[in-house]
């Protein structure tokens, strides 16, 4: 997760929300994020821990798979902030290995 968070913070635009989900690691983890550029940004982090009580694994799949064939309500559509394809994804992951 240290990674991840890292990385979802430097794709939020400002003004922007990252969505922490998952990332249940036993005890104490360390997550050094940029914390002057999130506060100048005004990036909101909010945790979810929604699918880690109720075991909802395969609920969280079936989500990703309802959203992904557009079979959910339009309003729903509303949440989501920003998509990108999974080829475009990888090569901007790369991009940020190499700063």
Avoid: C, H, N
């Avoid at 913070?9 to 360390?30: N, P, Q």
């Avoid at 002057?36 to 821990?49: D, F, G, T, W």
């Amino acid at each position: 997760m240290p990674t991840t968070l890292d990385q979802a913070t430097k794709f939020a635009w400002r003004g922007g929300k990252v969505l922490i989900v998952g990332g249940f690691d036993e005890g104490y983890v360390s997550s050094p994020l940029e914390w002057q550029r999130i506060q100048m940004s005004e990036i909101k982090l909010i945790p979810s821990a929604s699918f880690s009580f109720w075991g909802l694994d395969a609920e969280q799949g079936t989500v990703r798979d309802l959203f992904g064939k557009r079979r959910v309500d339009g309003r729903a559509y509303a949440l989501v902030t920003a998509r990108w394809l999974v080829q475009l994804m990888a090569r901007d992951l790369s991009v940020l290995d190499r700063l």
